[in-house]
């Protein structure tokens, strides 16, 4: 059996915990690799490494640090097709959408190369007589971050790219059922011109992320994933003194007004709903249709589209709409909760129990679901189902659904769809929700502004890319200096006379 390394001091490297975790191939249910789950102490050899290496890193300057994000842009294209290949063999999605990954990533890359302007301090001259204040941000040192299975090129990026450019070292911790790209990108960067060091890839699962939280040398913790595991990680991170920004769960509503177009709902819909198997954060999971007639017209709108999904293995061609879920115990979950549903009293109205695929009996596929008449106390509704299973929640008015939404207790991204601006604007208002559609059902925003959910979908203060990461991977200093020699006395103001 393949064994997958560490990537420490630009090496790769064995484990040697005698611990490992099997890499599976979706499509076919195979374990194709194991991955090395980290010791302590092998976690601590790349804090080691990466503390001895990081402040001459951040001595370079921000323009030579951003010329590496240039050329890495370059180097993902040149690589984007083995890259998605890589990405699409471990986690089952579509090349498209594994290139869209890649993409997304690729994009944060590029806002990182306006580090230069970024990182500029502020200045005020003359704060006092002879005295100048300034501002400055300095990098924190040696970062971590832990990221999930959905991304696995994506999320990465998100993270190392900013914390790398303001000038730390980046352990990434990636998650154990994908770890192949996380490997492939650590590479590529040092292609690109990093020093060996500054990029680390530690293998592991709750030892190496424990291991992260205690370490004293390492100053922030970056982590997506679940909420539970969110919730631990943000509160004993913060408790070990670390700057911690943890994102969890989502379970995102999109309202259909009455007067909305309902066949660019439903397509919206299938879309968001059915895209990646459901394996996103930002998937649409509960359609709020608002009347009966509404919910009647556009389940029946729903229900040809979603029987006519295709889906199956990556290598299938690009026009397959979803690839299998991730492992068995992803589909065995994801089978439990439709079931669940069924026996508090939803209705299923496209049933995709038994799906299955010639050839590839034993690979994780899982039918699209459509549940229709599902209610706010049922599982369904409450939990995070992750994978190809929309619920309809029949709202009575828009201030029903509203409120539907706002008292859940996940709020990573939600839409509306409607033709009527007044609501539109209401919505956008009033919705406790970070990431908000108009007409749009996967609002996920450009590298440039920031990504981040409100309430259980978010732990920390400041979101991920966008301005907020250059705050989250440097602190400000700010210094007052004063040159009395420079003071001339009996100049035009009295300075007294102006306290
Ligand atoms: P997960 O929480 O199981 O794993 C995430 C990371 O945490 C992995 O690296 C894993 O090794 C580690 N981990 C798992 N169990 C742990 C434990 N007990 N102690 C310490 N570390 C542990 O999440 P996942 O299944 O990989 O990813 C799917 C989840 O991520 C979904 O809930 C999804 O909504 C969420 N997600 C959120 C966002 C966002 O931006 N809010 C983005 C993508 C995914």
Known sequence: ????????????????????????????????????????????????????????????????????????????????????????????????????????????????????????????????????????????????????????????????APAIVCGNAFILKPSERDPSVPLMLAELMEEAGLPKGILQVVNGDKEAVDAIIEHPVIQSIGFVGSTPIAEYIYGRGCSHGKRVQCFGGAKNHMIIMPDADLDQAADALVGAGYGAAGERCMAISVALPVGEETADRLIEKLIPRIEKLKVGPFTAGDDIDYGPVVTGTAKQNILGLVQSGLDQGAELVVDGRDFSLQGYENGFFVGPHL?????????????????????????????????????????????????????????????????????????????????????????????????????????????????????????????????
């Open 1 to 160: 059996m393949t064994e997958l390394t560490h990537y420490i001091d630009g090496k790769h490297v064995k484990g040697t915990s005698g611990r490992f975790a099997n890499v599976f191939n979706p499509a076919t249910g195979e374990v194709q690799y194991v991955v090395p789950l980290a010791s302590t102490a092998e976690l601590a050899k790349a804090v080691e490494v990466a503390a001895r290496v990081q402040p001459e890193w951040a001595a370079v300057n921000p323009q030579r640090r951003a010329r590496v994000m240039m050329k890495f842009v370059d180097l993902l294209n040149r690589d984007m097709d083995k890259l998605a290949e890589a990405l699409s063999r471990e986690h089952g999605k579509t090349i498209p959408d594994a290139k869209g990954d890649v993409q997304r990533g690729l994009e944060v890359v590029e806002y990182c190369i306006g580090a230069p302007q970024m990182l500029k301090g502020e200045f005020t001259d003359s704060a006092g007589p002879g005295i100048d204040m300034y501002s400055m941000r300095q990098a924190l040192g040696v970062t971590a971050g832990i990221t999930p299975f959905n991304f696995p090129a994506m999320i990465p990026m998100w993270m190392f």
């Open 371 to 499: 549940f229709d008449r599902v209610k706010p106390d049922m599982d369904i509704y409450k939990k995070e189902i992750f994978g190809p299973v929309l619920s309809t929640v029949r709202a009575a008015n828009y201030e029903e659904a509203i409120n539907l939404a706002i008292d859940h207790e996940y709020g990573n991204g939600t839409a509306i769809f409607t033709r009527d601006g007044d609501t539109a604007r209401d919505f956008a208002n009033r919705i406790n929700i970070g990431m908000v559609g108009i007409n749009v059902p996967i609002p996920v925003p450009l590298a440039y502004h920031t990504f981040g959910g409100w309430k259980k979908s978010v732990f920390g203060d400041l979101n991920q890319h966008g301005p907020d990461a250059f705050k989250f991977y440097t602190r400000t200093k700010t210094i007052t200096s004063r040159w009395p020699s420079g003071i001339k006395e009996g100049g035009v103001f009295n300075f007294k006379a102006m306290d």
